[in-house]
Nanobody
Framework: QVQLVESGGGLVQAGGSLRLSCAASGRTFTAYAMGWFRQAPGKEREFVAAFTWTGGNTYYADSVKGRFTISRDNAKNTVYLQMNSLKPEDTAVYYC????????????????WGQGTQVTVSS
């Protein structure tokens, strides 16, 4: 059974940093695309960042480019999202996702979702 478990969310002041973690288990993810989405209150879920284990390419939403970095630890089967220079508009529940196809993940229909972790940025 595939599980994606996020951690690392919390409350931070604007300009601060947080690192989210996503521990993946239940299968081998080396052929998968993995990424992060977020959903703010009253808004649709939106793509944040993604990468493929094999290709190593990374993809970011324009709103987070230059501030967020997605990375992985192969040995721990863990994906990270380093978030710097946080803004109040980054406040949302952040979800870890995984899918064999990068395109499916990026359009918001990946096979697997984590339960989400809350990030709140105060002004």
């Amino acid at each position: 059974q595939v599980q994606l478990v996020e951690s690392g969310g919390g409350l931070v002041q604007a300009g601060g940093s947080l690192r989210l973690s996503c521990a993946a288990s239940g299968r081998t993810f080396t052929a998968y695309a993995m990424g992060w989405f977020r959903q703010a209150p009253g808004k649709e879920r939106e793509f944040v960042a993604a990468f493929t284990w094999t290709g190593g390419n990374t993809y970011y939403a324009d709103s987070v480019k230059g501030r967020f970095t997605i990375s992985r630890d192969n040995a721990k089967n863990t994906v990270y999202l380093q978030m710097n220079s946080l803004k109040p508009e980054d406040t949302a529940v952040y979800y870890c996702t995984a899918d064999p196809a990068l395109n499916r993940l990026r359009v918001g229909v990946p096979d697997y979702w984590g339960q989400g972790t809350q990030v709140t940025v105060s002004s």
